[in-house]
């Protein structure tokens, strides 16, 4: 079941096709998915190498995605620093600055100021209709359960946490991926320019597809077990009839 999922995180989402461009969205996949390990492994050992080593990853995932970065880099503080673990939460901003230094250097090689070039030029688009966006981020013509229809599963995964007894990381983790979400639909109306699918939803993707896989494995083969298997396979062929 597992190596069969983790062929499937790849083939079944939007890293399969992005695999094969020059961008920064597939090295921040696995940079985020660093993170959430990392702090996986926190949880089990709350000490300052664990917290250093999220740090370093949360910093350098701002390197490669600013929003995703930034809101993942300050949940994950807020994850070590809310027990009173002020010594690891030391530990964490250190070695998140010292990631987080590279994109602000690079910038100022290349241009002359550490702010990100399209920071000058990008405004928030606010005479749209909101609403219609938020429908087309999930079902319009780049929406996200369009492309991947495996990842609707998240949704019974939001449904059981209360049953789990809001388990604190998993929380945590499937909060911060919605904030992502919303504030994709609150910055931009675009999901990414004219590129394939929202490709500023790929890099939450297959943490979203993560949570899923460790939901189903405990499933038994019933209806809903199957529909997954189903969507799971039709996936490469309806992406391709999209593309």
């Known amino acids: 079941w597992y190596l069969g999922m983790s062929w499937a ?54 390197n490669l995605e600013y929003v995703v970065g930034g809101i ?31 994109i602000p250097i690079l910038n100022l090689i290349a241009h002359g100021s550490p702010l990100p070039l399209y920071s000058e030029t990008h405004t928030v688009p606010l005479a749209r209709n909101f609403l219609a966006d938020l429908w087309s981020l999930f079902f319009g013509y780049k929406g996200i359960f369009i492309f991947t229809p495996t990842l609707l599963f998240i949704i019974p995964v939001w449904m059981k946490l209360p049953r789990e007894q809001w388990p604190r990381q998993k929380t945590f983790i499937l909060s911060t991926i919605a904030l992502t979400i919303a504030a994709y639909w609150i910055l931009t109306s675009d999901g990414g320019g004219w590129c394939y699918g929202n490709r500023f939803l790929l890099t939450v993707s297959p943490l979203m ?3 899923i896989v460790l ?13 997954f298997i189903v969507l799971l396979v039709m996936l490469p062929g309806l992406m391709t009839g999209m593309e």
Request: no cysteine; charged share 15%.
């Open 72 to 102: 993942f880099g300050v949940a994950a503080f807020l994850l070590i620093f809310l027990p009173r673990h002020y010594r690891q939460a030391a530990f964490y901003s250190v070695t998140a600055l010292a990631g987080l230094s590279l």
């Open 9 to 62: 995180v790849v083939l079944a989402t939007l890293v399969f096709s992005y695999s094969v461009t020059i961008g920064n969205q597939v090295p921040a996949v696995l940079v985020l998915l660093w993170l959430v390990y990392a702090l996986s492994e926190y949880e089990r050992s709350p000490d300052g190498k664990h917290a250093a080593l999220a740090g370093l990853a949360a910093g350098l995932l701002v």
């Open 209 to 211: 597809f993560y949570y």
């Open 215 to 227: 939901y189903l494995k405990d499933w038994r083969r019933d209806l809903k077990h199957w529909l």
